[in-house]
DNA sequence: TTTAAAATCACCCAATAGGGTATTGTTTTC
DNA sequence: GAAAACAATACCCTATTGGGTGATTTTAAA
């Protein structure tokens, strides 16, 4: 049974070298490969990977929100980031978006395929270097961590906004401003805010709305 | 040079198991052990270790705890956590703590050595099923990381104790009962609160609360 | 096409919150 | 032992918020 990998990577050399050793090594098929994440549902449908390798940095669609969507549609496909540069702050965010594993661009092709195997068995590979940055990313911080998909207040697109101006401190005549409607108009909003979030005061909808991330 | 390294561990067998070990091992020398975190500043400062390993589970001060205490104190030291539960909870607490590793009590003794020589080498050992639980526990989710040592807004312990009241939401009749004080005094505490935190709003201050850590 | 939800505005009233000032002890610190 | 900070209380007045009720218009869905 081989593995079915499908290669998300702006560099053309890269993506070409890749799928080379992918496809000259027993047990590993290259099933699909895109210089950007703009057609990714696409090309997920098509190619029906067990595992993508993810570039961060393409071009339109970033590798971290095409991680992202990937995992929502189709949890079971495992994303394997490939990163050149130490960013903390990208590396993180791919963690959140649902990445099972970070590889160095520059680990040698071995490590690629030991790294792929191991996400598709249910591992988790780390580079050790990026071990160390996501380490010394969250020592020392505080964290307030949800799920976003936990609860869904069902808040229409305008209520969104309110609360989001209500999040930044703003006072409702400031709201009524900001958003080109009236002082009362404002009010009726924030009322239904409240029934849908079940709260009775501003500081509580503001805690649920960090909480559950704004939705 | 020896690796200096402290054990903190209440698990007699395994503590004596431990300095065995590593005094049994060229390179390396126990230089402190200690059954629970109750005295870690006398024990750090007597034996000044490079590295500690450090049991989550311990009477009293729990490992998070001290190593927390000792990533303040002395930022140098480098701390590895054994952990024998894969509990997601805790290993994230720890991370945020500032370990620098994590190894399985079960991970063989060579394991062992090599994470200690990882660590005290800047490097950022952390067990394969460690890492696993790692990336499974930031995987969609939202996060709000912020740095505490950031701003110390000098609050005192009665306006701290009001604040966490406010971020509860509860209101200022409420405070009062809970705090056992009158309504006025929970008026002029949160004026104080106020001015120390520059917000002029409850909302406000919530915010800055949660971000900052509720100093 | 009827229904339903969303968005808009308005008025009333009560509750809550915010700002200022002042007084009185009690700690804590220098 | 004096000065500074903290804790507690009270009263003033205003601004803001929260809840109810009702209405119109637009948009979307059944």
Known sequence: MEIR??????????????QAILNGTPGFT???????GNHWEEDIKRNLPDVVLMDIEMPGLNGIEVTQYINDLFPQIKILIQTVFNDSEKIFQALCAGASGYILKNDPPHKYLDAINEVYNGGAPISASVAKKVLGFFANKNVVLTSPSSIDYQLSEREKEILR???????Y???AEQAFISYE?????VKHIYKKLH????SEAVMKAIQQGLR
């Open 5 to 18: 990998i499908a290669i998300f990577e702006d560099n053309k050399l890269v993506r070409d070298a890749l």
């Open 30 to 36: 290259c099933c699909g490969i895109s210089a950007d």
């Open 165 to 171: 101006l209500m999040v930044d401190g703003r006072q």
């Open 173 to 175: 005549k400031d709201i």
């Open 185 to 189: 108009t404002v009010r009726t909003h």
């Open 199 to 202: 709260v009775a005061s501003r």
